[in-house]
């Protein structure tokens, strides 16, 4: 008896320690790096910095033992609860395979809201990057791997950054995914009273901005992409959704990302030849349309130009486009309900003349 009682003590305090032996763990000391850095930042067993992660695929899909306690300290510490603050933050998230042209612009954008902001940036390690980071850039380069064009390593990107983001800083209420040829089309101030009303009394309840559409003519092709039935049991086609890869979630719902495995390894099988799949235009949406329908928008802040479209890429505007009409065009958006915040897609060429008018037609509202 008294030996089944000593079993049964050792079963439950091995128990204990083993669940709490993340919670008191001494915290990471730093999340970010610098571009350029030879070695990532180390801390409580996870690499952070500007390198490519170890294990997993060479697309950059596979999680390997870093990203996965990443993670898991998402699911441990960072809360929806946490980013209730009186003076809230948007993470911007800029998902990059090459230079940050548009940093310049950035920055006058950020100018003088310092602490209303923090920049995170996943930029490929196989891409060379030549322009020095700009300050508001400098230093916010988390750990990445290679990302590839309609394929899954794409959200496997944006789940780093909203990780990374979420255990920086718990003032991060709204995070902003972004590419290198997004460019702001309001000022800041704008931007942070369309996503922080001053009527919200309750900022964990704010909603995500993110496309949700259904019966759209390409859905059933993309469905069965990786196969007839491959998406069943978790996503049946009735569920399965399509939207822009760019978004600003709610801190709840990029908490929800981060933690979420059943359909994330359903998006995460690789395509079949032949077939259109871009799962970054469909996880993002059918995730939060099966978890979270009401809270969500179901519109992106981000405009984006389909109309002459070329091998799945929208229109990519040129400097001699740009213009003030060319802004008040994109703010617009088919409902009266609200305008565009950011656009896209803008070739670098396209700084000189946005920089030309930027404090008299783009932050002048």
């Not at 993340?22 to 610098?34: E, I, W």
């Not at 395979?97 to 390690?125: I, K, Q």
């Not at 394929?151 to 990374?164: M, Q, T």
């Not at 809270?295 to 984006?304: D, E, K, S």
Request: aromatic share 10%.
């Amino acid at each position: 008896m008294t030996l089944t009682v000593f079993s049964l003590l050792l079963f439950v305090s091995l128990a204990a320690l083993l669940f709490l032996a993340p919670r008191v763990s001494p915290p990471p000391q730093k999340l970010l790096g610098r571009v350029g850095d030879d070695k990532p930042l180390a801390a409580a067993g996870v690499a952070f910095g500007f390198a490519a992660s170890g294990g997993g695929d060479a697309a950059g899909v596979g999680e390997g033992a870093e990203d996965l306690a990443l993670f898991r300290r998402v699911t441990l510490d960072a809360g929806e609860g946490s980013a209730v603050a009186a003076a809230p933050k948007v993470a911007f998230l800029f998902l990059t395979n090459s230079d940050l042209t548009f940093a310049p612009l950035w920055e006058r954008f950020f100018a003088g809201h310092g602490d209303r902001f923090n920049v995170y940036v996943h930029a490929d390690p196989t891409a060379r990057l030549l322009l020095p980071p700009t300050p508001s850039f400098r230093g916010r380069f988390v750990a990445a791997k290679p990302t590839r064009r309609g394929d899954p390593s794409l959200i496997a990107a944006a789940r780093r950054l909203l990780a990374a983001a979420l255990l920086h800083d718990a003032a991060n209420a709204y995070f902003a995914l972004l590419s290198q040829h997004c460019v702001p089309l309001h000022s800041f101030p704008r931007l942070y009273n369309t996503l922080f009303p001053p009527r919200a009394a309750h900022h964990h309840r704010l909603p995500s901005y993110i496309e949700v559409l259904t019966a759209e003519p390409q859905m059933p092709d993309r469905y069965v992409a990786r196969g007839e039935d491959a998406m069943l049991p978790e996503v049946p086609f009735d569920r399965f959704r399509i939207g822009s890869q760019f978004f600003t979630l709610a801190r709840r719902h990029a908490v929800l990302v981060v933690r979420e495995r059943r359909l994330w390894h359903k998006f995460r099988l690789p395509c079949l030849p032949d077939t259109q799949c871009y799962p970054e235009e469909h996880y993002f949406p059918t995730l939060l349309d099966m978890a979270d329908p009401a809270g969500c928008a179901r519109y992106t802040l981000t405009r984006v130009n389909w109309t002459d479209s070329f091998d799945g890429h929208p229109h990519t505007y040129s400097a001699p486009e740009v213009s003030p009409r060319l802004i008040t065009e994109l703010r617009q958006s088919n409902s009266s309900t609200h305008d565009h915040m950011f656009a896209r897609k803008f070739a670098p060429d396209c700084l000189s003349p946005l920089m030309a008018i930027a404090d008299t037609v783009i932050f002048k509202d």
